[in-house]
Nanobody, 111 residues
Framework: QVQLVESGGGLVQPGGSLRLSCAAS????????MNWYRQAPGKEREFAAA???????SYASAVRGRFTISRDYYKNTVSLQMNDLKPEDTAVYYC?????WGKGTLVTVSS
């Protein structure tokens, strides 16, 4: 069964950090480009970060320098380390590859 399952969301204060994880199954993970998207309340879903099958990463300008995407080829997971979080980072974060989407994990940045 093709599946992406996100975890690691929660409530964090501005300036804090969170690490999201996405467990992948049912497809060839090693060559798949993996993405993180996010959707803030009342806004459209937007791209946050991506990592290619060979580990090349890319970021949206809003998160570059604060977020780091990585992947574990043995565990079939992709992670998003988020530092210096801001209230505008509040969103549901989704893991994606091709047309496969996880259900998302909520990140709330608030004091």
């Amino acid at each position: 069964q093709v599946q992406l399952v996100e975890s690691g969301g929660g409530l964090v204060q501005p300036g804090g950090s969170l690490r999201l994880s996405c467990a992948a199954s049912g497809f060839i993970f090693s060559t798949a480009a993996m993405n993180w998207y996010r959707q803030a309340p009342g806004k459209e879903r937007e791209f946050a970060a991506a990592i290619s099958g060979v580990g090349t990463d890319s970021y949206a300008s809003a998160v570059r320098g604060r977020f780091t995407i990585s992947r574990d080829y043995y565990k079939n997971t992709v992670s998003l380390q988020m530092n210096d979080l801001k209230p505008e980072d509040t969103a549901v974060y989704y893991c994606n590859t091709a047309d496969i989407w996880g259900k998302g994990t909520l990140v709330t940045v608030s004091s």
